[in-house]
């Protein structure tokens, strides 16, 4: 039998050099900008992908939603507002103008939806069924100290894709000033204010409480 002795022992120092050589390129490779761009990439292109089948399966299912709070019917591309006669006994000449286009700008600036003449996806008619001033705040001596504004408009609403959204309401808005200003001098303003406050009730019972 043979004995092999061993004369000479491992070279811990150059071992340890070994594995810390190693490890050094291990870690300039994780550490490198293309590596780390690599796995940022990967890690967007996987967000993207997550997010793109959120949004698919949610507009799919509950239709299009609006980040203003509209929820339009998937499916919806057009809609139409017809011109609001005044068939209020006092006829204001301006007002059914100021309130149409008012009405028109506030569908088309929430949703993505086309306006279109007649026969929309979405469509809006009526009418102003109310143009009057009275008297309120009445004081000690029977004068009024404040005047009110009243505008009432009858709206009929209708989803072709979804008609059971169907409705026919009346909304009111009012504004009250004071008795002493001159009415001609002030109308326009108020009236501004009424209409933009008509138009979100109405946008909001159309298309934001669904």
């Not at 190693?22 to 967007?44: P, Q």
């Not at 469509?123 to 009110?148: F, W």
């Not at 504004?175 to 001098?185: A, K, L, R, V």
């Not at 204010?193 to 298309?207: E, G, Y």
């Amino acid at each position: 039998m043979k004995l092999f002795v061993l004369t000479e022992t491992p070279d811990t120092y150059n071992f340890y050099l070994c594995r810390k050589e190693n490890h050094t390129v291990l870690a300039n490779f994780f550490s490198s900008s293309s590596t780390k761009n690599c796995f940022k990439d990967r890690k967007n292109s996987l967000l993207k992908v997550f997010f793109f089948l959120f949004f698919s399966l949610f507009f799919t299912s509950c239709g299009v939603y609006s980040f203003t709070g509209a929820s339009v019917p998937a499916g919806a591309k057009t809609m139409s507002i017809q011109y609001f006669a005044n068939k209020a006994k006092i006829v204001e000449p301006t007002l059914s103008a100021v309130f149409t286009n008012a009405l028109r700008d506030r569908f088309t600036s929430q949703t993505n939806l086309e306006m279109v003449g007649k026969n929309g996806d979405i469509a809006l008619e009526g009418e102003i069924t109310d143009y009057s001033t009275k008297p309120v705040a009445i004081q000690a001596d029977q004068t009024a100290a404040l005047n009110r504004l009243t505008i009432t408009v009858n709206v009929r609403f209708s989803s072709r894709l979804e008609p059971s959204k169907d409705f026919e309401t009346s909304f009111t808005q009012y504004i009250d000033y004071s008795s002493t200003d001159n009415y001609n001098s002030i109308k326009n303003d108020l009236i501004n204010k009424i209409v933009s406050d008509l138009t979100d009730n109405i946008f909001n019972k159309a298309l934001v409480n669904w």
